[in-house]
């Protein structure tokens, strides 16, 4: 989990569905009369609610997690396993089925019939029906787990692969050159190693490097574990959730063999012509940035957003205490290989004091010629933002619920712009299914994608979408 915030300076604000499509934001801090009723479903007058789809049963007592897409299928993670849902009619999305495999977080990424899923908590061993062990006993197991989804009601645990510090979050990428349509890499993020753990010893200043033959994924095996931080990472910097002891998130751009990572301390660029040994080309730190939790880029590659996860995800930092530049989004160009700083967003609506309020997984609204992310923050629903002008983005859509009636954490994991509609994985709701419709974002509708894992991004056109490969 580990994730946080917002930026903006104003009170949460409702508009009636009723109301003109131009947003006008309040300016006032929130009050008790601003927050929504517990559950309840609240947006600007261009956002949709579409539907929401509970979580199975036997995920039902688990949160939710990433999603990954492939034709009209969603993959949705869950602590206890995953589901398939069916979207080719997003008003009526179906449970196809579901696993009961539990280990978290169970990132998720899908290449055709593969499904792979990230486990980084320590087990009794590698399979559905292990149970929480320490990873101080030396047999603990902690990795990837490979499932074959070609029958999509009965997907099939295949292989497992054990990583040092396990599976916080996996990333998909594509083989290079002659390997292109034959293997995909695995970059594997795990961190917070510990002497006491045999698998997981410091500094670990590095990532796992998985590769699978496509057409013989039960070889899959570690390649390589080349070390990101060859002279140690930000450990020192006050204010830091925790030190740089590895990765938390990375994302590729790989027909430009660029990845930007999110490294708990350190946000880094890298050239990952050499599949098997990236290499850093840019490091930035920022003294407001307290766990460097995720990155997108934007269509063009010259621009990338790292999320903060201040308060680790459970902490209610959407409010005028925190205040607008601790737990944003960091919104950099990149000018000859340098990241230059521009700006700073967090969504413009304060939440309640029991709201987990987090900048979280967003990815990008595919319209040529503008830089639009959608993106999760927990308890603070879903925003809409364009920051084709990086110095001054702007929330132009949101969707949220007021405060988890259970009273405690809860919100949207994930929100993703799939082929037309915003997909959002709620920790305790289920699916939720939006529609935007703005003249910014409406040229979108245009792209499809045959597949979209967010963090191994591929270019879009204007009115035909090109498929991940």
Known sequence: MLSPLRKGLTGRFLIAAAAAAALVLATVPAQASDIPAPGQVVTSANVTHVTNVPKPAGLENTINTDIAFQGDYAYVGNYGGFSIYDIRDPKHVKVVSSVVCPGSQMDVTVHDNLLFTAVDSSRTDDSCNSTAQSASIKESWEGVRIFDISDKRNPKYIKSVETNCGSHTLTQVPGRGRDRNKVVYLYVSSYSPNATFPDCQPPHDKISVIKVPLRRPTEAAVVSTPVIFPDGGNETQPGLLLPTTGCHDITVYAERDIAAGACMGDGVLLDISNRENPVITARVTDPNFAFWHSATFNNEGNKVIFTDELGGGGAATCNEATGPNRGADAIFDIRRGRLVFKSYYKIPRYQGPTEN????????????????????????????????????PKEIGFFERGPDPSGGSGGIWSAYYYNGHIYGSDFNFGLDVLRVNDRRTDPARWVRFDRLNVQTQSSYGGWLGLAEE
Request: net charge negative; aromatic share 8%; glycine share 12%.
């Open 357 to 392: 309020c987090v900048a979280h997984n967003g990815s990008l609204v595919p319209v040529k010629g503008r830089d639009i992310l959608v993106q999760a923050w927990y308890q603070g629903g879903v925003s809409v933002v364009d920051f084709t002008d990086s110095a001054h």
